[in-house]
């Protein structure tokens, strides 16, 4: 069984910084992809940002300068470093992965989701 754990979210004031972890742990061959979501209530979930098993990456525009996505294979970590957070950051932010669960075969996995709350 594979589970992922975030971490870090919390309130800030207008500004500030946050750093997200995303751990993933139980039988894992190998991670592809992993990446951020969020959501607000009463909208879709959205991609904040990704990071490939080569370390691209894509952004949404919404947050390009002043998020950035990185990962630790060693740890089975990804993190999302947030800086100069603006109140329309506040929402769940969901953690995803593609990991290999045997040599030939993935699926994707959502972590259980993390509050962040941006004061003004």
């Known amino acids: 069984q594979v589970q992922l754990v975030e971490s870090g979210g919390g309130l800030v004031q207008a500004g500030g910084s946050l ?4 751990a993933a742990s139980g039988s894992i061959f190998g991670i592809n992809a992993m ?3 969020r959501q607000t ?15 691209s990456t894509v952004y949404a525009d919404s947050v ?14 990804v993190y999302l470093q947030m800086n100069s957070l603006k109140p329309e950051d506040t929402a769940v932010y969901y953690c995803k992965a593609n ?9 994707w996995f959502w ?8 004061s003004s």
Request: aromatic fraction near 8%; include cysteine; hydrophobic fraction near 30%.
């Open 64 to 77: 390009k300068g002043r998020f950035t996505i990185s990962r630790d294979n060693a740890k089975n970590t």
């Open 19 to 22: 750093r997200l972890s995303c």
């Open 111 to 118: 972590g259980q989701g993390t509050q962040v709350t941006v």
């Open 99 to 107: 990991i290999k669960t045997m040599v030939t075969i993935s699926y």
């Open 41 to 55: 209530p009463g909208k879709q979930r959205e991609l904040v940002a990704t990071i490939g098993s080569g370390d």
């Open 35 to 37: 990446g951020w979501y």
